[in-house]
């Protein structure tokens, strides 16, 4: 049931999907587009619901909630990007839904050049979403090959440093937790 590093033959054996109990693994070296978590587990996620994560923490200083795929705290929240996209993800198990959209699996990576950072005493995470093949590297601008770059997630790997992150702890607690390295300085969930 748990992955190692030793057991994964080739990359992407780390981007199965799994769902407590369960686990789809991939067959072939891409993820399939729409690769999606069972929605009888989690359901829809409404402009309303994201409106009421929001402000639940960045409103009321509630603590951050627990991912309803991997129930970790301080890796999971409401999200924003530029310009409209609002959803909500978490960068332990890789769990991500856009409002009005299906839960689906983003995939962990990281680029074994030399500025790329650690976080917590293991190397930063960037999650791509399953149909991408490559992106720039934020940190050192080369072209990374997603199929090469993968990692296991944290939430599959029980020895991963991030596991002995606090949990419930309240939203101030994680901002200077997070702010301890720069490529997460400023935010209130990683
Ligand atoms: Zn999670
Ligand atoms: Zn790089």
Partial sequence: MTDT???????YQAARLR???????NRRPTPPAGFRIEVVRIGEYTRDDWDAESYSIFGE???PAA??????TGFYGPRFAEPERRFRACRFCGFWQDVDGPPTRYLPTAHTCDPWPELSHAPYIW?????????DCPFCGDPVIVAVAVVPTPAETPKHPW???PQ???PSFYRRLWSNWECSAGRTIL
């Fill in 67 to 72: 991912c309803p795929e991997c129930g970790r």
């Fill in 127 to 135: 999650w791509v979403s399953s149909d991408t093949d490559a992106y």
């Fill in 163 to 165: 596991w002995k992150i």
């Fill in 19 to 25: 769902i407590r109990g369960g686990s789809i693994p």
């Fill in 5 to 11: 590093y030793k057991d994964r033959p080739e990359p």
């Fill in 168 to 170: 419930n702890r309240p």
């Fill in 61 to 63: 200083g509630g603590n």
